[in-house]
């Protein structure tokens, strides 16, 4: 009996997998979903970068003194409301504080919380598709 040894390409037709449609539709779920990771993990790192400038102002408010407006932006500036810039008393500015630093926080759990989900599906995708798929694939981001 003798063995007839593959060639490269003979290889690589036996190891070819076909893709099927179902397949195609998680490869375009695992992309949608890295590419909505990306949008929310720059979006998180802009509330962070905002979190880290209301903690700056925070610091600043508790060494003002109760009587003094408070003038925080290019020390110029109170707070700003659209287009509108305000003086406003102490305690006014430590609770409007207090308040934009609790949505911050909020919101950046939240999207925490999204960016985790977002991770467990596309692993999931992972497992199925490399299962599938094996080292024909490469889902690493």
């Not at 810039?85 to 102490?90: D, G, M, N, T, V």
């Amino acid at each position: 009996m003798q063995r007839r040894m593959l060639s490269k390409e003979d290889e690589q037709a036996a190891d070819e997998v076909e893709v099927r449609r179902e397949d195609q539709d998680k490869i375009n779920k695992f992309s949608r979903l890295h590419q909505r990771e990306v949008a929310m993990e720059e979006e998180l790192k802009l509330k962070n970068k905002e979190k880290e400038e209301l903690d700056d102002l925070a610091t600043e408010l508790e060494l003002a003194d109760e009587d003094e407006k408070i003038q925080y932006a290019n020390r110029y500036i109170v707070y700003k409301i659209g287009d509108a810039f305000f003086h406003i008393p102490l305690e006014q500015a430590r609770d409007m504080l207090e308040t934009a630093t609790t949505k911050i926080e909020e919101e950046a759990s939240e999207l925490e919380d999204k960016v985790g989900s977002l991770r467990e599906d596309m692993q999931q995708l992972k497992v199925e598709l490399y299962a599938r798929f094996g080292k024909q694939i490469n889902l690493e981001v």
